[in-house]
């Protein structure tokens, strides 16, 4: 099994300039979260999804969209990139059974 | 207010020696959760322990323990025995119920304590 996969792993934006991060995971969970990680801070959530076609906002969801289509996937979109987004974001999931969220391996952004 | 506080940024500590990263949370919730997560620098993270709010017994995994003291609010992590794999970033996590959505689990997590283990 993968687990939660991230797409892409590096990417550098201009300011504008938009953006879809792909987050997918094989473990057929319902919950799925992307969080931001900027230096100095723990992890704040952005958007998260409690099922297919579900989504909802989280502590930090300003300049951020996000979808939901399928079970396995959660996309999170930058429709106009600010340098402030410069961020490490991190995607995870879990089942609701068990307590551990399962993480992606991060995707770091910079905003020029 | 601080959800979670972790007060400790950095610490050092000797191989084989048993640390413990402090964590203080802030919550009017009855049911909740706390998570300890490590992040080596290798950036991913990685789920070490939990514990719930009406746990009755500490939690342990491994070299891993959760001394959860429920009146003064905190749920410090123990590593026994540190080994220099240990080395890297620790986060405290709390989660709170939901009530439109019964197993979603929001975390919010700490500022994090960067453990260095010295050889």
């Known amino acids: 099994n993968a687990g939660v996969t991230q797409t892409p792993k590096f990417r550098v934006l201009k300011t504008g300039q938009s953006m879809t991060l792909l987050c997918a995971q094989d473990m057929n969970h319902e919950y799925m979260y992307w969080y931001r990680q900027d230096p100095g801070m723990g992890l704040r959530l952005i958007h998260y999804s409690v099922g297919e076609g579900t989504t909802a906002k989280g502590e930090v969801p300003d300049g951020y969209n996000v979808s939901r289509l399928k079970k396995q996937n959660f996309l999170l979109g930058l429709e106009s990139a600010a340098p402030s987004q410069t961020s490490v974001y991190f995607c995870?999931?879990?089942?609701?059974?068990?307590?551990?969220?399962?993480f992606g391996p991060g995707t770091r952004l910079t905003v020029t | 207010a601080q959800k979670i506080t972790q007060t400790q940024p950095g610490m050092f500590v000797q191989e084989k020696e048993a640390v413990t990263l402090d964590c203080t949370y802030d919550?009017?919730?009855?049911?909740?959760?706390l998570f300890w997560y490590k992040q080596p620098s290798s950036g991913e993270m990685i789920f070490l322990i939990y514990q719930g709010s009406y746990d009755e017994q500490n939690a342990t995994e491994g070299r891993y323990s959760l001394n959860f003291q429920k009146a003064r609010k905190s749920a410090n992590l123990v590593i026994s025995a540190s080994q220099l794999g240990d080395s890297a970033m620790y986060f405290c996590a709390m989660r709170e119920g939901d009530r439109l959505s019964f197993g979603n689990e929001k975390l919010t997590f700490g500022t994090g304590t960067r453990l260095t283990i010295i050889p």
């Open positions: 919550t009017s919730d009855q049911s909740y959760g």
């Open positions: 995870a999931s879990h089942s609701g059974a068990l307590h551990e969220q399962y």
